[in-house]
């Protein structure tokens, strides 16, 4: 049947704008995304299709461009418009950080990274430089690979947060294992880095790793 013929409450498009979009499963929000079905399924059959061929909606919105168009119903215009929407809700959540006194509210910071970084299949560290308020100035990926002593150099860190006058620093990095245990490699890091940037008066609020279970704070767990 139809989307059309369904009944008008249980439509998607009229229930999000009636209920919000929290309201919708995860079929039915694609399924706005993807406007139209295919000959025998309508948008809400297909989207409920696809996310069980991938077996996520996180696959779905981390495959590559040749994965995504393999399957049903999408070709390269849906991915381009997939991955414009993702890279509008990354810059939204950045921008909401340069507005608002960010460290006020850690889940903010905790939301951006995961953002930023849990669909990624190898390391990224990442540096957020904020001013005397704790407003978001500038992210910068700085290392990517395996994250460890010999890569990771607190130079680096102390040099950017120099360029953009930052009055405290957040760290971050994503453990694709999904494992969010600290390594002894990602304390001894943030303890190089935090002295580096003493020493200049710059204080480190936190180090994040995120991974697809969720995220560790070194700050609640008292390591910082």
């Not at 061929?53 to 995504?68: T, V």
């Not at 008066?201 to 008292?222: K, M, N, P």
Request: include cysteine.
């Amino acid at each position: 049947m139809k989307i059309m013929e369904w009944p008008q409450d249980e439509r998607p498009r009229e229930r999000l704008l009636r209920q919000g979009p929290q309201s919708l499963s995860d079929a039915e929000l694609l399924a706005i995304f993807l406007r139209t079905g295919t000959q025998g399924l309508n948008a809400v059959d297909l989207a409920r299709h696809l996310l069980g061929e991938f077996g996520s909606l996180r696959a779905l919105l981390e495959a590559d461009l040749k994965s995504f168009t393999s399957h049903l119903g999408l070709g390269s215009a849906k991915y381009c418009q997939l991955q414009a929407c993702l890279e509008l809700s990354k810059r939204y959540l950045q921008e909401n950080l340069q507005h608002s006194q960010s460290f006020s509210n850690p889940n903010d910071v905790k939301l951006y990274l995961k953002s930023l970084l849990s669909h990624h299949k190898r390391e990224q560290f990442v540096a957020l430089f904020l001013n005397n308020q704790h407003q978001l100035l500038a992210s910068e990926t700085l290392f990517q690979g395996t994250i460890n002593s010999s890569e990771v150099h607190p130079r680096v860190v102390v040099e950017k947060a120099l360029t953009y006058h930052a009055a405290a620093v957040i760290l971050a990095h994503n453990h694709p294992s999904g494992s969010l245990e600290p390594s002894p490699s990602d304390r001894h890091i943030t303890d190089k880095i935090q002295e580096a940037l003493g020493l200049l008066d710059i204080r480190t609020l936190d180090h994040i790793i995120v991974a697809q279970g969720g995220s560790y704070s070194f700050a609640e767990h008292g390591l910082l």
